[in-house]
């Protein structure tokens, strides 16, 4: 099954099981490909988290029987997952502007969340530079923090904030951003801002090592002012690279970006040739 198919397999199980209590590691587990990566790509393919589709569809549905049914408010709660009428409201009136009993009046406007459709074009080729790497392993220090993968793309760059405001900076100064979900089948993923360590130093308090183990990675190269350069390869690793693979494969939960000294490029990370890497550990088919 390619990436694209699963992701489409993935969608019509979801809609399929819609109000059952379906979770990213059952629905990774029917299309065969680890929760840690296909939570990744979902994401970036799609926009949105696996989470934040289930939920906005089941709130899409619930708003629709309560503007077309008889259903008590408490029983369209449950059936779509919420085991409280306060849970339900407070979910429903974010998603629709209105409370769930409003949404029983006539001429109130209510929100539609289609389920998902993948059309597939031809843009042409491209190219996108990457290379197939050994490295040893490694060990790094780090100020390590755990997230959900729900709003990661908020929460992890708040994140680096929070660390160069408390002066962690100074410790650890972020050559390496470290993605890490051992099992790959997880809510949550631990993440590092990290810098290689030197055995036997002492680890500052509030700081902890971990060793990256030995990878055959590929290498994506990155330039350009930060956070978009980043961001914009790791789609394409995701829309295009992946789509269009067929020697190599996901390897383990492990994502590393290596980012230059920002010291180095007259603006810094906003500099036009900031140059930064991302590596996946893969193994061949």
């Not at 029917?30 to 939570?39: A, G, P």
């Not at 339900?88 to 974010?94: D, G, I, L, P, Q």
């Not at 755990?146 to 160069?164: I, L, S």
């Not at 930060?226 to 961001?231: G, I, R, T, V």
Request: aromatic share 14%; net charge negative.
């Amino acid at each position: 099954m390619s990436w694209m198919e699963a992701i489409g397999a993935a969608i019509q199980y979801i809609e399929e099981h819609i109000t059952d209590e379906l979770t990213v590691e059952e629905i990774s587990d029917h299309v065969n490909i680890s929760s840690f990566y296909f939570q990744k790509g979902f994401a970036m393919l799609c926009g949105f988290t696996i989470s934040e589709y289930i939920r906005n569809r089941r709130l899409a549905l619930a708003g629709n029987d309560l503007a077309t049914g008889d259903e008590r408010i408490i029983d369209i709660a449950m059936k779509y997952g919420y085991d409280s009428p306060d849970s339900f409201t407070k979910a429903f009136s974010r998603f629709h502007g209105v409370t769930p009993t409003a949404a029983r009046k006539d001429k109130v406007m209510l929100k539609s969340f289609a389920p998902l459709k993948l059309k597939l074009s031809l843009e042409g080729g491209y190219l996108m530079d990457y290379k197939i790497e050994k490295k040893e392993a490694f060990t790094v220090l780090a100020n390590a923090k755990t997230f959900p993968y729900e709003g990661a793309k908020e929460v992890v760059p708040q994140f680096w904030k929070e660390h160069f405001q408390a002066g962690k900076g100074k410790t650890v100064m972020g050559v390496y951003g470290i993605n890490i979900d051992e099992k790959m089948g997880k809510d949550t993923f631990e993440y590092l801002i990290a810098d290689p360590y030197e055995a036997g130093k002492d680890v500052p308090e509030g700081f902890v090592t971990r060793t990256i183990p030995s990878f055959t990675w590929a290498v994506f190269p990155c330039v350009g002012a930060m956070p978009n350069a980043l961001q914009d390869v790791n789609t394409k690793i995701f829309t295009e690279w992946l789509p269009a693979l067929k020697e190599y494969e996901f390897a383990a939960g492990y994502c590393v970006e290596m980012y230059d000294d920002p010291t180095k490029y007259p603006n810094g990370t906003q500099d036009e040739k900031y140059y930064c890497e991302i590596w996946i550990p893969v193994k061949k088919k």
